[in-house]
């Protein structure tokens, strides 16, 4: 299958590594506003193909799968463009600005009949399956209560910070915070209680959510764009708990009983970055004529959208355009 990456930054780098390296899908395009830096990242990450315009791209009859990585403030116009031109896509978190932007981008890819699927790399991850199994085989008993902590240093960059760039830390990394609770409790939830603080442009740098499941479950969840943190995710339960080494991207799960020693490891498999299996995810789906994965359904997407909405509300963080 051909893959097409649109939009030429960091991410797509990491992206375009990863697909050299794999053996389902083909290095095709990558476009860029700028043909000069296409040209350079195709040269770089062997494409065939760079485009200096997103919709001359995307008119190429060869390319079948883009991968949008422009910042999360344009997906709602790029992923639209993919979708008119008849291209299936798997576009980069946080999905949209909001779950508005997110139904009608779901909508158009029914109507069109493309797959359209959120490339948040951990719900896709080997590892994801595994945690799931643990906690459905009552290994650590009942679980009651999760944390999960995500932050880099990373308020220098103008993506983060900016509104007109829909920036702020729960849009970059919050986000991998929530899927990681639903990922581990479901999405019964009963009520988010929150705090953040705002930059002077009016985004959130950092936040604190309590999210309750209407079992009783409770999950604590901190994300920063100010600060190097841990990156673990620990599920408490009646009989031990699981110590998960970076949210983020998975290496290992650990399980300790009630005494806090460690009774079971399980390390990642070797992987070429990660974001391999969201791909190998996406050509399954194709191939089997589905409008999305199973890993990440739309209404989950969905969703995470409307929760990020609640709180943005709540801080009074609002982009331009809304």
């Not at 992923?79 to 031109?85: A, R």
Request: hydrophobic fraction near 40%; include cysteine; glycine fraction near 6%.
């Amino acid at each position: 299958m051909k893959m097409a990456i649109l939009g030429a930054g960091s991410i797509a780098r990491s992206m375009s590594a990863t697909i050299r390296e794999m053996e389902e899908i083909t290095n095709y395009a990558v476009a860029s506003r700028d043909y000069k830096k296409a040209e350079a990242f195709a040269k770089e990450f062997g494409f065939e193909k760079a485009y200096g315009s997103y919709e001359e791209m995307l008119s190429d009859p060869e390319v079948e799968l883009v991968y949008v990585a422009t910042p999360h403030s344009h997906h709602y116009e790029h992923v639209k463009l993919c979708l008119n031109h008849g291209k299936h896509v798997l576009c980069e978190k946080a999905f949209a600005i909001n779950a508005k932007q997110a139904e009608e981008m779901f909508a158009l890819a029914a109507e069109k009949k493309l797959l359209l699927t959120e490339a948040i790399w951990t719900r896709y991850m080997p590892l994801r399956k595994t945690l799931n199994d643990i906690i459905a085989d009552g290994v650590i008993g009942r679980p009651s209560i999760l944390t999960a902590n995500l932050g880099y240093v990373i308020n220098h960059i103008p993506r983060l910070i900016e509104p007109s760039l829909a920036g702020g830390a729960l849009l970059d990394v919050g986000v991998y915070t929530l899927n990681f609770a639903l990922m581990a409790f479901g999405n019964d939830i009963e009520r988010i209680t929150s705090t953040a603080v705002l930059t002077d442009k009016g985004v959130d740098e950092q936040n604190s959510l309590t999210v309750v499941f209407k079992d009783g479950k409770m999950a604590v969840l901190h994300s920063t764009i100010l600060s190097q943190t841990d990156r673990q995710g620990i599920i408490n339960g009646s009989k031990g708990y699981i110590v998960v080494d970076n949210i983020n991207n998975p290496e290992r799960l650990r399980v300790f009983d009630l005494n806090r020693k460690e009774t079971a490891c399980y390390e990642a498999p070797k992987q070429i970055s990660g974001y391999e299996y969201e791909v190998i995810a996406c050509i399954r789906a194709i191939e089997e004529g589905k409008l999305e994965c199973e890993e990440m359904p739309h209404s989950e997407t969905i969703m995470v959208m409307k929760l990020m909405d609640g709180l943005r509300k709540e801080w009074g963080v609002i982009y331009p355009g809304e």
